[in-house]
């Protein structure tokens, strides 16, 4: 019988140094496209994916992720004094059940293996989601909801996954590709970062992940992989063969808001999709090219 997907967690405690001095004293999560966090995309994403439980994996600092989900009372007793609907109304993704949301502390960047790994006693026995904010998609299905259809037909491991330039593998967790249909990959082996010289494919992970707990068992084993850091790939490889395996193309663009140009292109692919902005936005970009 195939689980049914609730849970997600969310690795927040990566310190934004390509952000500095942004992130400073705030989250990089925190940071806004348009006009919401990069963390309430993620949310967001997650909640129309079924997920109902979350677990943010936070280190020092990062008290406002937290907060944002919190009710504002000041906040919201203002507005509504000052009869602002479409404030008070534009806060509502921004609220979470109660006690839908919990945080562990990573303590020690190890790398995103080991921040997987402190959320072991959140994870139990159930399949997981995994949503890594930096990666925002733009996509008419959000990708998480395309990736969870893929593990109700597959029931096993599933990733989310792109074609990146050749010369690019040394940034990503790379597939080594069996049956392909053309969206749905089998996945016969996985590297991360590896040399384009040495890369299986040019297929990568981004960051958005349905898994099995066994994955935790691997983890455990707390093995330094590239850049020496405890990478989730390595353990996710460890689960081929065991359990089905499998890489998604989603339907989508994929923005990588952890660098600046992804960052900045993202603020204007997602302008142009909101109807009250996207005609002044047009008209400014004229300006500049
Ligand atoms: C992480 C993963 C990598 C994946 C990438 C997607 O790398 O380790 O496998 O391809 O996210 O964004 P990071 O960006 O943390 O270096």
Redesign the pocket.
Same mark, same amino acid.
């Given at each position: 019988m195939i689980k049914k997907l609730r849970k997600a967690v969310l690795?927040v405690a990566?310190l934004g140094t390509r952000f500095l001095p942004a992130t400073k004293a705030t989250a990089k999560e925190m940071l806004p496209v348009v006009d919401k966090p990069l963390i309430q995309y993620a949310v967001e994403e997650a909640r129309a994916a079924g997920i109902e439980q979350f677990c943010m994996v936070t280190g020092r600092g990062k008290t406002a992720l937290v907060e944002h989900f919190d009710v504002a009372y000041e906040l919201e007793a203002t507005l509504r004094e000052r009869d602002k609907q479409d404030a008070l109304a534009s806060l509502s993704g921004a609220q979470s059940e109660p006690g839908s949301i919990t945080t562990v502390r990573q303590q020690v960047p190890l790398? @995103?293996?080991h921040a997987i790994w402190c959320a072991r006693a959140f994870i139990g026995d159930d399949p997981f989601a995994i949503l890594?904010p930096?990666?925002l998609v733009l996509a008419d299905k959000p990708c998480l909801a395309q990736l969870a259809d893929a593990y109700y037909q597959t029931g096993g491991n599933i990733v989310a996954v792109t074609e990146v330039p050749p010369e690019q593998t040394n940034?990503?967790? %790379?597939l080594k590709i069996g049956k392909d249909d053309g969206r749905l990959v089998e996945v016969i082996g996985?590297v !991360?970062?590896p040399d384009p010289k040495d890369a299986p494919s040019n297929l990568? %992970?981004?960051?958005r992940y349905i898994l099995m707990p066994e994955v935790i068992k691997y983890l455990a084993l707390m093995e330094r992989g590239?850049?020496n !850091?405890v990478? @989730?790939?390595d353990a996710m490889a460890r689960l081929i063969g065991e359990q089905p395996f499998h890489g998604l193309r989603y339907d989508g663009r994929r923005f990588?808001c952890?660098d600046k140009i992804g960052f900045l292109e993202a603020q204007i692919a997602f302008a142009l999709k909101r109807p009250e902005l996207s005609g002044a936005v047009r008209e400014f970009l004229k300006k500049y090219i």
């Open positions: 690795p990566g790398g @995103l293996g890594l930096d990666d940034r990503y967790g %790379i996985l !991360e970062k990568s %992970i981004i960051g590239a850049g !850091e990478q @989730l790939t990588d952890g």
